[in-house]
């Protein structure tokens, strides 16, 4: 009887869990599409978490509330550019607390943060469950990455994993922004077909 209790008690976790994701998946995709009140309560659900990634990576309140500004600024502006099939939006918006706070860490280098500080900052902590969904889904999505030519491979994993902005790609590789709008756009067309395999 306590398994059955225990096991439908994991259960009711992990739907919540996935509920809540599903639910900032979408508020992210809403804002994407310029949903004003979507953007709003995507911020009051998430703005907690991500003032901690940036009190903890910059260690000074002031200094993460102003790249927290900075986070909600950068999401509004990229949200359209969102896919729920490659990332969480916690894990998206995760990844640009962290970027926005290693920018500001590089320009006030008197700070110093370790590798282990930046990788605790987001703590999504799935259950069992979900990890092992989220590790085959991680699995499948690195071999349809594997499949795109290098430059795309990596333009589609600083784009969409490392937080990097089209313009900041676009002027790295030295190439026009709508050439590596196209590549994107290419990629993310041919690994759809490859997920859907």
């Not at 919540?16 to 639910?23: F, H, L, P, V």
């Not at 907690?48 to 260690?59: D, I, N, P, Q, S």
Request: a neutral charge.
């Amino acid at each position: 009887m306590r398994s059955n209790l225990a096991s439908g008690s994991e259960r009711s976790i992990g739907e919540s869990e996935n509920r809540r994701r599903e639910e900032l998946n979408q508020l992210l995709l809403d804002a994407g599409a310029g949903d004003q009140g979507a953007f709003s309560t995507l911020y009051r659900r998430t703005s907690a978490k991500l003032f901690g990634v940036c009190v903890t990576m910059l260690r000074d309140r002031g200094e993460a509330e102003e790249v927290l500004q900075e986070v909600y600024v950068t999401v509004w502006h990229r949200a359209a550019t969102f896919d729920p099939t490659l990332a969480s939006a916690i894990t998206w918006l995760g990844a640009i607390a962290r970027n926005r706070a290693i920018d500001r860490l590089r320009r006030h280098r008197e700070v110093h943060v370790d590798e282990s500080t930046m990788e605790e900052a987001v703590d999504e902590r799935p259950s069992p469950a979900t990890a092992a969904e989220n590790s085959e889904e991680r699995r499948r999505l690195e071999h349809c990455l594997e499949i795109l030519p290098a430059t795309q491979r990596s333009v589609v994993r600083e784009a969409f994993f490392a937080g990097a902005t089209y313009a900041e790609l676009a002027e790295r590789l030295r190439v026009p922004l709508g050439t590596l709008k196209s590549w994107i756009r290419r990629s993310l067309l041919q690994l759809k077909a490859c997920l859907e395999r």
